[in-house]
């Protein structure tokens, strides 16, 4: 869960997934939780998209988001 010093970070990671998502077709990507450089998102991917696997969807996503917010360390995957 994020906590009260840490909701503008939590916004603007979510503002920066939002510029990822739509090249990430059909799949979803929901931020869970942002806390101590890690970011925590689910991702639930689709039936009909070209077979994007999790670990690249996480990986395009952390790619951006360390670029624009240094202070993250990781960006990891989480169960449903």
Do not use: H, W, Y
């Not at 503002?15 to 890690?38: F, H, Y």
């Not at 998102?41 to 951006?64: F, N, R, T």
């Amino acid at each position: 869960m994020k906590t009260q010093g840490e909701d503008g970070l939590f916004d603007k990671v979510e503002q920066t997934i939002a510029k990822v998502r739509p090249a990430l077709g059909a799949n979803i990507v929901e931020l869970v939780d942002v806390s101590d450089g890690i970011v925590r998102v689910q991702v639930i991917l689709s039936s009909c998209s070209a077979g994007m696997p999790e670990q690249m969807i996480v990986s395009l996503i952390e790619e951006q988001v360390k670029d624009e917010l240094p202070e993250i360390r990781e960006v990891v995957a989480v169960g449903s």
